[in-house]
T-cell receptor, first 113, second 114 residues
Framework: ETGVTQSPTHLIKTRGQQVTLRCSSQ?????VSWYQQALGQGPQFIFQ???????GRGNFPPRFSGLQFPNYSSELNVNALELDDSALYLC????????????FGPGTRLTVL | AQSVSQHNHHVILSEAASLELGCNYS??????LFWYVQYPGQHLQLLLK??????LVKGIKGFEAEFIKSKFSFNLRKPSVQWSDTAEYFC????????????FGGGTRLMVKP
């Protein structure tokens, strides 16, 4: 059984640029959630995708967008990067049942200069 | 909207000491509760979870947590910590009106001195 993988592991961008982060879900999982973890804080929910549709969104602006593909892998896109977007971005996959365990990937560390 | 508070931001213990980490949430409906752990250099892993039934749940590595509904609490305990328990611990809540979304607390960084 393959766990959740994310790429890249680290990324440095400048303000105003755009970034795409990628996530491959665990085998058998059809739901992917994205979280932002700023330094010294707990993860904050960005949005979730279930069977290629957005299925819930946290308090993040529209410049945070995503996709889920037929193989259930997912992308997180952030446009017009701001300094405060510097964080660890976590992807988690699950089997879609409400409240069920989410399995987290190692994260992508994004630094915005 | 639900929120989760972890009152202890940093905890330092000696090996064999007992551990209790506090977690309180604000939501009046039905919740599922989780404790996740993040060891240095590793990704978040599930320690234990509560969905229903016995409010005292046991997880991996000797951890347990007790759900006290009247106090909106889900404190994590371990009778005797080891150096290898050094990690950051996160409490998380999934509310019944929030699909599969997890709301996390700010985390507690535990250091166990050998």
């Amino acid at each position: 059984e393959t766990g959740v993988t994310q790429s890249p592991t680290h990324l440095i961008k400048t303000r105003g640029q755009q970034v795409t982060l990628r996530c491959s879900s665990q085998s058998g999982h059809n739901t992917v959630s994205w979280y932002q973890q700023a330094l010294g804080q707990g993860p904050q929910f960005i949005f979730q995708y279930y069977r290629e549709e957005e299925n819930g969104r946290g308090n993040f602006p529209p410049r945070f967008s995503g996709l889920q593909f037929p193989n259930y892998s997912s992308e997180l896109n952030v446009n017009a990067l701001e300094l405060d977007d510097s964080a660890l971005y976590l992807c988690a996959s699950s089997d879609g049942r409400a409240g069920n365990e989410q399995f987290f990937g190692p994260g992508t560390r994004l630094t915005v200069l | 909207a639900q929120s989760v508070s972890q009152h202890n931001h940093h905890v330092i213990l000696s090996e064999a000491a007992s551990l209790e980490l506090g977690c309180n949430y604000s939501y009046g409906g039905t919740v599922n509760l989780f404790w996740y752990v993040q060891y240095p250099g590793q990704h978040l892993q599930l320690l234990l979870k509560y969905f229903s039934g016995d409010p005292l749940v046991k997880g991996i590595k000797g951890f347990e947590a007790e759900f006290i509904k009247s106090k909106f609490s889900f404190n994590l305990r371990k009778p005797s910590v080891q150096w290898s328990d050094t990690a950051e611990y996160f409490c998380a809540v999934n509310a019944d009106n929030a699909g599969n979304m997890l709301t996390f607390g700010g985390g507690t960084r535990l250091m166990v001195k050998p």
